[in-house]
Protein backbone atom coordinates (compact mmCIF):
# COMPACT_ATOMS: atom_id res chain seq x y z
CA UNK A 1 0.00 0.00 0.00
CA UNK A 2 2.83 2.24 0.69
CA UNK A 3 4.03 2.45 -3.37
CA UNK A 4 -0.01 3.23 -4.36
CA UNK A 5 0.36 6.57 -5.35
CA UNK A 6 -3.68 7.54 -6.55
CA UNK A 7 -6.35 4.85 -6.15
CA UNK A 8 -9.91 5.27 -7.57
CA UNK A 9 -13.02 2.99 -6.10
CA UNK A 10 -16.29 2.86 -7.80
CA UNK A 11 -15.89 5.91 -8.89
CA UNK A 12 -18.73 8.48 -10.77
CA UNK A 13 -19.56 11.92 -12.07
CA UNK A 14 -22.76 13.29 -13.29
CA UNK A 15 -22.68 16.84 -14.23
CA UNK A 16 -25.92 18.60 -14.77
CA UNK A 17 -26.91 19.74 -18.68
CA UNK A 18 -29.91 21.78 -20.03
CA UNK A 19 -32.04 18.54 -20.34
CA UNK A 20 -30.89 17.28 -17.05
CA UNK A 21 -28.29 15.12 -15.60
CA UNK A 22 -24.99 13.29 -17.75
CA UNK A 23 -23.61 10.76 -16.26
CA UNK A 24 -19.86 11.07 -17.75
CA UNK A 25 -18.04 8.15 -15.40
CA UNK A 26 -19.43 5.22 -13.58
CA UNK A 27 -17.88 2.79 -11.38
CA UNK A 28 -14.40 3.66 -12.36
CA UNK A 29 -11.87 1.40 -10.12
CA UNK A 30 -8.30 1.72 -10.83
CA UNK A 31 -4.90 1.76 -8.96
CA UNK A 32 -1.61 3.67 -9.99
CA UNK A 33 1.67 2.82 -7.82
CA UNK A 34 4.36 5.20 -7.65
CA UNK A 35 6.55 5.54 -10.34
CA UNK A 36 4.11 4.02 -13.05
CA UNK A 37 3.35 5.73 -16.61
CA UNK A 38 -0.74 5.50 -17.22
CA UNK A 39 -1.60 6.11 -20.31
CA UNK A 40 -5.78 6.86 -21.07
CA UNK A 41 -6.97 6.40 -24.35
CA UNK A 42 -10.20 6.42 -25.77
CA UNK A 43 -12.72 8.09 -28.25
CA UNK A 44 -13.77 11.82 -27.96
CA UNK A 45 -16.42 12.03 -25.36
CA UNK A 46 -15.33 8.34 -23.31
CA UNK A 47 -14.48 10.34 -20.39
CA UNK A 48 -10.58 10.31 -20.32
CA UNK A 49 -9.89 14.36 -19.45
CA UNK A 50 -12.95 14.26 -17.20
CA UNK A 51 -11.26 10.96 -15.27
CA UNK A 52 -7.63 12.37 -15.11
CA UNK A 53 -9.29 16.21 -13.61
CA UNK A 54 -10.93 13.65 -10.92
CA UNK A 55 -7.66 12.07 -10.22
CA UNK A 56 -6.42 16.18 -9.72
CA UNK A 57 -8.62 17.27 -7.50
CA UNK A 58 -9.80 19.59 -10.36
CA UNK A 59 -13.17 18.06 -10.68
CA UNK A 60 -14.91 16.28 -7.69
CA UNK A 61 -16.58 12.77 -8.13
CA UNK A 62 -19.91 12.70 -7.48
CA UNK A 63 -19.84 8.66 -6.59
CA UNK A 64 -16.96 6.33 -5.17
CA UNK A 65 -13.52 7.87 -3.29
CA UNK A 66 -10.73 9.44 -5.06
CA UNK A 67 -7.75 8.61 -2.73
CA UNK A 68 -3.90 10.60 -4.04
CA UNK A 69 -1.28 9.94 -1.56
CA UNK A 70 -3.13 8.76 0.94
CA UNK A 71 -5.66 11.28 0.61
CA UNK A 72 -8.98 11.22 0.17
CA UNK A 73 -9.57 14.35 -2.26
CA UNK A 74 -13.57 13.57 -2.22
CA UNK A 75 -13.71 15.45 1.05
CA UNK A 76 -11.37 17.86 0.72
CA UNK A 77 -12.41 21.66 0.62
CA UNK A 78 -11.32 23.88 -2.42
CA UNK A 79 -8.26 25.81 -0.39
CA UNK A 80 -7.16 21.86 0.73
CA UNK A 81 -7.34 20.99 -2.93
CA UNK A 82 -5.31 23.55 -3.70
CA UNK A 83 -2.60 23.32 -1.20
CA UNK A 84 -2.54 19.21 -1.83
CA UNK A 85 -2.22 20.01 -5.76
CA UNK A 86 0.66 22.86 -4.86
CA UNK A 87 2.78 20.21 -2.64
CA UNK A 88 2.18 17.31 -4.92
CA UNK A 89 0.94 17.45 -8.30
CA UNK A 90 2.07 19.41 -11.67
CA UNK A 91 -0.59 19.17 -14.36
CA UNK A 92 -0.22 19.86 -18.30
CA UNK A 93 -2.88 20.91 -20.43
CA UNK A 94 -3.51 20.74 -24.20
CA UNK A 95 -4.01 24.64 -24.01
CA UNK A 96 -0.90 26.17 -22.64
CA UNK A 97 -2.71 28.28 -19.72
CA UNK A 98 0.50 30.33 -19.31
CA UNK A 99 0.10 34.13 -18.39
CA UNK A 100 0.35 36.58 -21.16
CA UNK A 101 1.70 39.37 -19.16
CA UNK A 102 4.87 37.33 -17.31
CA UNK A 103 7.49 35.95 -19.01
CA UNK A 104 8.22 32.62 -19.34
CA UNK A 105 10.57 32.87 -15.80
CA UNK A 106 7.75 34.35 -14.20
CA UNK A 107 5.31 32.05 -15.51
CA UNK A 108 7.14 28.99 -14.05
CA UNK A 109 8.05 31.08 -10.83
CA UNK A 110 4.86 32.56 -9.44
CA UNK A 111 3.31 28.62 -8.19
CA UNK A 112 7.05 28.11 -6.46
CA UNK A 113 6.54 31.46 -4.66
CA UNK A 114 3.20 31.33 -3.98
CA UNK A 115 4.22 27.98 -2.28
CA UNK A 116 6.70 29.76 -0.63
CA UNK A 117 10.13 28.67 -2.14
CA UNK A 118 12.42 30.97 -1.34
CA UNK A 119 14.46 29.82 -4.29
CA UNK A 120 11.31 30.27 -6.69
CA UNK A 121 13.61 31.88 -9.87
CA UNK A 122 16.69 29.72 -9.32
CA UNK A 123 14.42 26.98 -9.47
CA UNK A 124 12.18 28.17 -12.27
CA UNK A 125 15.67 28.72 -14.28
CA UNK A 126 17.16 25.13 -13.80
CA UNK A 127 13.81 24.32 -15.19
CA UNK A 128 13.45 26.33 -17.88
CA UNK A 129 17.13 25.15 -18.93
CA UNK A 130 16.79 22.02 -18.99
CA UNK A 131 13.46 21.82 -21.23
CA UNK A 132 16.01 23.53 -23.37
CA UNK A 133 14.67 27.58 -22.98
CA UNK A 134 17.83 28.97 -21.34
CA UNK A 135 17.63 31.63 -24.29
CA UNK A 136 13.78 32.42 -23.74
CA UNK A 137 13.46 33.28 -20.17
CA UNK A 138 12.75 37.20 -20.71
CA UNK A 139 10.36 36.51 -23.80
CA UNK A 140 6.78 36.65 -22.97
CA UNK A 141 3.88 33.65 -24.49
CA UNK A 142 3.83 35.57 -27.49
CA UNK A 143 6.68 35.37 -28.19
CA UNK A 144 7.19 31.97 -28.33
CA UNK A 145 5.93 29.46 -30.44
CA UNK A 146 3.41 26.35 -29.38
CA UNK A 147 6.43 24.14 -28.34
CA UNK A 148 7.99 26.70 -27.09
CA UNK A 149 5.12 27.26 -24.26
CA UNK A 150 4.25 23.96 -23.84
CA UNK A 151 7.75 23.52 -22.62
CA UNK A 152 7.28 26.52 -20.45
CA UNK A 153 3.73 24.80 -19.19
CA UNK A 154 6.19 21.42 -18.59
CA UNK A 155 8.39 23.51 -16.83
CA UNK A 156 6.25 24.79 -14.63
CA UNK A 157 4.74 22.14 -14.25
CA UNK A 158 7.92 19.67 -12.87
CA UNK A 159 9.60 22.84 -11.05
CA UNK A 160 7.78 22.32 -7.48
CA UNK A 161 8.91 18.19 -7.88
CA UNK A 162 6.02 16.87 -7.93
CA UNK A 163 4.96 13.05 -6.93
CA UNK A 164 2.21 13.17 -9.68
CA UNK A 165 2.20 14.39 -13.15
CA UNK A 166 -0.83 14.41 -15.24
CA UNK A 167 -0.72 15.62 -19.00
CA UNK A 168 -4.15 16.29 -21.03
CA UNK A 169 -3.22 16.06 -24.85
CA UNK A 170 0.12 17.20 -24.04
CA UNK A 171 1.17 16.91 -27.95
CA UNK A 172 -2.28 17.97 -29.14
CA UNK A 173 -1.81 21.40 -29.81
CA UNK A 174 1.72 20.51 -31.82
CA UNK A 175 3.08 19.47 -35.06
CA UNK A 176 4.46 15.89 -35.47
CA UNK A 177 8.52 16.86 -34.90
CA UNK A 178 7.52 19.65 -31.34
CA UNK A 179 4.80 16.75 -30.25
CA UNK A 180 8.33 14.25 -30.54
CA UNK A 181 10.10 16.93 -28.27
CA UNK A 182 7.08 17.33 -25.97
CA UNK A 183 6.65 13.70 -25.24
CA UNK A 184 10.57 12.82 -24.68
CA UNK A 185 10.73 15.65 -22.44
CA UNK A 186 7.19 14.65 -20.43
CA UNK A 187 9.10 10.88 -20.59
CA UNK A 188 12.74 12.57 -19.15
CA UNK A 189 10.96 14.63 -16.23
CA UNK A 190 9.27 11.74 -15.41
CA UNK A 191 13.12 9.76 -15.23
CA UNK A 192 14.70 12.79 -13.67
CA UNK A 193 12.14 13.37 -10.95
CA UNK A 194 11.08 9.73 -10.38
CA UNK A 195 6.74 11.15 -10.49
CA UNK A 196 4.43 9.26 -11.40
CA UNK A 197 2.58 10.38 -14.82
CA UNK A 198 -0.14 9.68 -16.13
CA UNK A 199 -1.52 11.35 -19.19
CA UNK A 200 -4.39 11.45 -22.38
CA UNK A 201 -3.60 11.19 -25.41
CA UNK A 202 -5.06 10.74 -29.23
CA UNK A 203 -1.73 9.80 -30.30
CA UNK A 204 -0.65 5.50 -30.44
CA UNK A 205 3.02 6.74 -30.09
CA UNK A 206 2.75 8.35 -26.82
CA UNK A 207 0.39 5.88 -25.42
CA UNK A 208 2.82 2.98 -26.14
CA UNK A 209 5.66 4.37 -24.37
CA UNK A 210 3.49 4.17 -21.22
CA UNK A 211 3.85 1.74 -18.96
CA UNK A 212 0.50 0.52 -18.86
CA UNK A 213 -2.50 1.84 -21.24
CA UNK A 214 -6.01 2.03 -19.75
CA UNK A 215 -8.59 2.02 -22.82
CA UNK A 216 -12.17 4.25 -21.57
CA UNK A 217 -15.73 3.64 -23.83
CA UNK A 218 -18.74 5.17 -22.69
CA UNK A 219 -17.36 6.59 -19.46
CA UNK A 220 -16.28 3.29 -18.47
CA UNK A 221 -12.64 1.17 -18.17
CA UNK A 222 -13.06 -0.91 -21.56
CA UNK A 223 -9.52 -2.39 -21.25
CA UNK A 224 -6.36 -2.39 -19.92
CA UNK A 225 -3.14 -3.37 -21.73
CA UNK A 226 0.40 -3.20 -21.10
CA UNK A 227 2.49 -1.53 -23.33
CA UNK A 228 5.78 -2.34 -24.11
CA UNK A 229 9.21 -0.02 -25.07
CA UNK A 230 9.01 -2.41 -28.94
CA UNK A 231 5.43 -0.81 -29.07
CA UNK A 232 7.17 2.50 -29.73
CA UNK A 233 10.08 1.88 -32.38
CA UNK A 234 7.05 0.23 -34.41
Known sequence: ??????????????????????????????????????????????????????????????????????????????????????????????SFHLIPTMTALENVATPLELAGRRDAFERAEEELRAVGLGHRLDHYPAQMSGGEQQRVALA??????????????????????????????????????????VLVTHAPELAARCDRVIRLADGQIAGEDRATRAQAAE
Open 156 to 197: RAAAPRPAILLADEPTGNLDGPNGQAIMDLLFGLRDRHGATL
Open 1 to 94: MTDMVLSLKNVGLTLQGNAGPVMILRDITLDVTKGETVGLIGPSGSGKSSLLMLMGGLERATGGVVMAMGHDLTTLGEDALARFRRQHMGVVFQ
